[in-house]
């Protein structure tokens, strides 16, 4: 197998270079400000929504009726089954956040608000446990990424 770089990147490389760094700023300020009260599942599924919306900016995957409509599957989803978890404790936390992952991934599916980040969030709520102001910081982000993407828009150009 031969590794070579992508052939778009050596015709574009400063717009490569200044999405990467737009991303990497935003994702400090996500992890700086916001204090991350978020656990590791929450704050992995954010990163993979900003390559999302970074690196095809322009795709449906990143538009907002995928990210905030996934989002909200994935945050209804976990609460439900971090709750149903605390009334069958008999049953493990990692088979709750099985439960998770795949019902909110099924819901995206068939609803047509795919976002593959958003299934973490589901996992994220059932392990840290329903917390309504992680919800409300995880929309809260993911709307800012949204508005930056928008007013950077006519700048990006899709990366893969």
Known sequence: ??????????????????????????????????????????????????????????????????????YFIGAVVGSICSVLSHAAPNIPLGLWGAIAIGISMFFMVILNFEHPPASALSLGIVIGGFNLGMIITVFSIALCLLGVRRLLRKWLIDLI
């Open 1 to 70: 197998m031969i590794i070579k770089i992508d052939d778009n990147f050596l015709r574009n490389k400063w717009k490569y270079i200044r999405q990467v760094l737009i991303v990497t700023v935003f994702a400090a300020i996500i992890l700086v400000f916001f204090d991350f009260v978020v656990r590791l599942a929450v704050a992995a599924s954010l990163g993979a929504t900003c390559f999302i919306i970074f690196t095809v900016p322009h795709k449906n995957s990143s538009q907002p009726r995928y990210i905030l409509g996934g």
